[in-house]
């Protein structure tokens, strides 16, 4: 707030005498400051003959701000001793044309008054305590309307600082502050999120929320549901909805043992909309991508981990997203019912591999993280064919989750069921225009020593089969004979046979 150099020097010329130094030129500097603040105009500050306007409103912003500034200096350093002075300098916080600046179009003066507000909410005995109608409604109802990136760190502090000291301010007919609060943050805080949603958290931690709450109670709600719709806002890009999705996680987490637990399908959005970035409302492709598997794992170790939060609410959780993730799998269909097609069931597969993967990772969240492979693969091999055309999307998720079950450790449970289901479907499958996904899968099962040796049999009878009849690329017959070792099968024939083929692809 004050130039630390000038600080510095008044300290140098005044050691452990600061304090009374101001104290025997207090009046004129109170003198000076009120008339910079209360009489001054741009005018009376700069000769219009030689200023220019721009020039001439710089100057009293940079002066008005400096004299603020002065004003609490004095507050702090005068000592709790000198109650005189320090009843003067209260007397002037009680004059509604001070706090008329924060209404100021120089964001120097605005952002020097929040500092005074977070300075004067740090005193014991503070001065704003007998104002706080006046500051209720030229500071708490105004604050959230400045649009100015550059100061909301200080408007944040003011706020945050205040509201703890003076949290009866938000009792008393909270309708207003409460609409604004909410409008502020569905704007995406004016482009500020990365200084404004961080602070939603502490905002509410020292918030009297049983007041709120009685005047309205939805308002937990109607607070989580307006940062998720901040996602909608222009002024929020990838960046920013990391962010956005990290405070709704943790306002979620506080949030909820005040809630209903009815409140599950909220609780599940932030999971969905990474999986379904197109199809989930106001995620607007925003959600996907690694920066936010870090949050969604945190967050469901928290549901699981947290004392506050019944054990019941977590496993309605896991059991609607084990039944969206089904649903997806087997219908191709997304949560909001449109249709789960090629680029975005490609999306999807990869999706819901990286956040098996991620979940797997965290200790208390693997068992979850193998629920929902086997549920996904399930879904897929016993009911997931649909018609030839949807075919290829559901190749594409066999292959991902399949990539997952070796990655988690969870390999022979995938094979266990797609090695019958291969076997069942594979001229069915061999229609889809997937080659070299049909043989990875094939693969896959062949390599694992838990498949019989009839299964083995079977399978390298119609990969070979297969192979010749669509002839597949030079590399990926390459990755097939190199591999062919680690399933040999055990019949001659079939061994013949697979010779045949590779003599065939090769000639």
């Not at 607070?223 to 943790?250: G, N, Q």
């Not at 693997?366 to 055309?389: H, I, M, Q, R």
């Not at 229609?431 to 040796?453: F, H, M, N, Y």
Request: hydrophobic residues 45%; contains cysteine; proline residues 5%.
């Amino acid at each position: 707030m004050y130039a630390p150099r000038s600080l510095t020097i008044l300290q140098v010329a005044f050691p452990n005498k600061l304090s009374e130094a101001l104290k025997f030129c207090h009046l004129e500097v109170l003198i000076y400051a009120s008339d910079n603040i209360f009489v001054q105009t741009p005018e009376t500050l700069s000769d219009a003959r030689y200023v220019n306007p721009e020039d001439m409103q710089a100057k009293y912003g940079r002066i008005v701000s400096s004299s603020i500034c002065a004003l609490g200096f004095l507050f702090e350093h005068l000592g709790d001793n000198a109650v005189e002075p320090r009843n003067t300098i209260s007397e002037l916080f009680k004059r509604k044309e001070l706090w008329g600046l924060l209404a100021s179009d120089h964001s120097v003066i605005r952002r020097s008054l929040y500092q005074l507000i977070s300075d004067l909410c740090q005193v014991e005995s503070s001065p704003l305590a007998s104002v706080l109608s006046l500051m209720r409604s030229r500071f708490l109802e105004k604050c959230f309307q400045d649009k100015d990136a550059a100061i909301q760190p200080e408007v944040w502090n003011a706020v945050l600082l205040f509201t703890k000291k003076f949290p009866d301010c938000w009792s008393a007919e909270p309708s207003k502050l409460i609409k604004n609060v909410l409008r502020y943050v569905k704007s995406g805080a004016h482009g500020a999120v990365r200084t404004a949603f961080p602070a939603l958290l502490p905002l509410l931690s020292v918030l009297p929320l049983e007041d709120l709450l009685k005047s309205d109670p939805d308002f937990l709600r109607n607070f989580l549901e307006s940062i998720w719709e901040s996602l909608a806002s222009d002024v929020v890009d990838r960046a920013a909805a990391t962010v956005i999705v990290s405070t709704f996680a943790e306002c979620f987490i506080f949030a909820l043992p005040r809630m209903s637990l009815n409140e599950i399908d909220s609780c599940a959005r932030p999971i969905l909309a990474f999986l379904f970035p197109k199809a989930i409302k106001n995620s607007f492709g925003k959600l996907s991508g690694a920066p936010f598997l870090p949050i969604l794992t945190k967050f469901l170790e928290n549901l699981r981990t947290k004392p506050s939060i019944p054990a019941e609410f977590v496993d309605e959780l896991v059991k609607r997203l084990k039944e969206h993730v089904s649903t997806a799998v087997e219908r191709r269909v997304t949560p909001s019912s449109t249709k789960l097609a090629g680029e975005e069931a490609e999306v999807f597969a990869g999706n819901l591999r990286e956040i098996i993967f991620s979940l797997a990772q965290t200790s208390n969240l693997k068992p979850l993280s193998e629920e929902l492979l086997l549920v996904a693969f399930s879904a897929a091999t016993e009911n997931g064919k649909g018609d030839l055309s949807e075919l290829p999307d559901l190749m594409k998720i066999l292959c991902q989750l399949s990539t997952c079950g070796q990655q988690i450790g969870a390999i022979n449970h995938v094979v266990a069921m797609l090695s019958p289901f291969l076997e069942t479907n594979f001229s069915i499958l061999s229609k889809a225009g997937r080659d070299e996904q049909l043989l990875e899968l094939s693969l896959i099962c062949i390599q694992t020593p838990e498949v019989g040796g009839e299964k083995v049999d079977n399978l390298w009878h119609m990969v070979s089969r297969f192979s010749c009849d669509v002839g597949i690329v030079p590399s990926l017959f390459t990755k097939v004979r190199a591999q062919s070792h680690l399933g040999q099968p055990t019949n001659d024939s079939s061994t013949v046979e697979i010779h045949d083929a590779f003599d065939s692809i090769s000639g």
